[in-house]
């Protein structure tokens, strides 16, 4: 393995729960090394603390126990090295399209023509084209969250770190981004991460897909894609992705059992997951 972008050690988190005035053990002892340039999927129960696994390495949290590197540097802070695509879309309400995606690029003293053409390029990319100038109101839930997309890869981030940023899409959109961020991936030689309860998802975009154990979430397993590269969505009726959807799946299940009731309502619609 090449020298770690992130590597996690012994990760602790609690939090006091509003509802019931306890604290709430989300993380405990979870440990995990992931790669420069590497696809890892993070899949895991829902209430399980992927977001809060994912806001610990975007520095939007610090660690009660444990600790988060990146690039051997504890990580204590947000930079625009490591992007986090969350489930909200995040745009500026009063910037246009062009505008957010522009924004990332002017912050960092692109020149306007080359600033307009590579926004033009990233909202090619995510199918935006047509609605350069329509605010984020004017768009619909799937619309936002590419745009969301599309600033976040304007940054040029060094790791990418998404939180389900498809869950919004429909499937043929979900498809097609999910064949343009892979070819970015192996284009681009950065370090992707991403939470999804979508198991296909997380075979189909990854090279190793990491297990998380119910509350408090720890590393359950990793699992290596061996799949060939670069993977068109044929790949999915390979018998061998079909192997690892089944071991995946009864790798989930077990740990969605094992969730506190009120989370196993939160899941997804068997047809989503898989499971
Ligand atoms: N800021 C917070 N304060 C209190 N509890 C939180 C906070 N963030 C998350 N939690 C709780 O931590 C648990 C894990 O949350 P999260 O990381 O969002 O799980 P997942 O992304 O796997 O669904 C949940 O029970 C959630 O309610
Ligand atoms: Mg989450």
Known sequence: MKSPAFAIKDLGK?????????????LDGLSLDIAEGEFVSIIGPSGCG???????????????????????APVLAPHPERTVIFQEHGLFPWKTVLGNVEFPLKAR?????????????????????????????QLSGGMKQRAGIARALACRPEAVLMDEPFAALDNITREII??????LWSELGKTFVLVTHHLEEAIFMSRRVVVMSARPGRIKEEVLIDLPEPRSALVKSDPRFTALK?????????????????????????AETGV
């Open 178 to 183: 999910q064949e343009e961020i892979l070819r």
């Open 50 to 72: 992927k977001t809060t696994l994912l806001s610990h390495m975007g520095g939007f949290l610090r660690p009660d126990a444990g600790s988060v590197l990146y690039k051997g």
């Open 14 to 26: 609690v939090f006091l729960d509003a509802r019931t005035g306890s604290s709430l053990s989300v």
């Open 246 to 270: 089944q071991r995946l799946t009864r790798s989930l299940r077990e740990e969605v059992a094992k969730a506190p009731a009120p989370e196993k309502g939160l899941q997804q619609e068997p």
């Open 109 to 137: 003293g692109t020149p306007s023509a080359d600033r307009r053409r590579e926004a033009g390029r990233l909202i090619d990319m995510v199918h935006l084209r047509g609605f350069e100038h329509s605010y984020p109101h």
